[in-house]
């Protein structure tokens, strides 16, 4: 699968952003999607993470409350809507694919097989 991320920019603190990862291929559902993102001097970090069918999804706790993650199955696309953004929410943000179980082991990147290209989010303080 390809996966084509978008949406992210510069927002002000307190603002919101709605991330898109667009997907190729007919098997979508098949796929566990999640979000990361990587700040500037660090690691890769999971952010949110939902099942083929939508109806489970999974949060880092530093964007429980705030960000919401959702996918249309009909469009092949996953989303990450962030509200209430902080300046610490700054990074490059990728979406992941992977069909493999639903598992712990997924807040690691290295678990994770398919992956899109990030979009940038800035927010200011």
């Known amino acids: 699968v390809q996966l084509q991320a978008s949406g992210g920019g510069l927002v002000q603190a307190g603002g919101s952003l709605r991330l898109s990862c667009a997907a190729s291929g007919r098997t979508f559902s098949s796929y566990i999607m999640g979000w990361f993102r990587q700040a500037p001097g660090k690691e890769r970090e999971f952010v949110a993470r939902?099942?083929?069918?939508?109806?489970?999804?999974y949060y880092t706790d530093s964007v429980k409350g705030r960000f919401t993650i959702s996918r249309d199955n009909a469009k092949n696309t996953v989303y990450l809507q962030m509200n209430t953004l902080e300046p610490e929410d700054t990074a490059v943000y990728y979406c992941?694919?992977?069909?493999?179980?639903?598992?712990?082991?997924?807040?690691?990147?290295?678990?994770?097989?398919?992956w899109g290209q990030g979009t940038l989010v800035t927010v200011s303080s």
């Open positions: 939902i099942t083929g069918s939508g109806r489970i999804t």
């Open positions: 992941a694919a992977d069909l493999g179980s639903w598992y712990s082991g997924l807040t690691s990147p290295k678990n994770w097989r398919y």
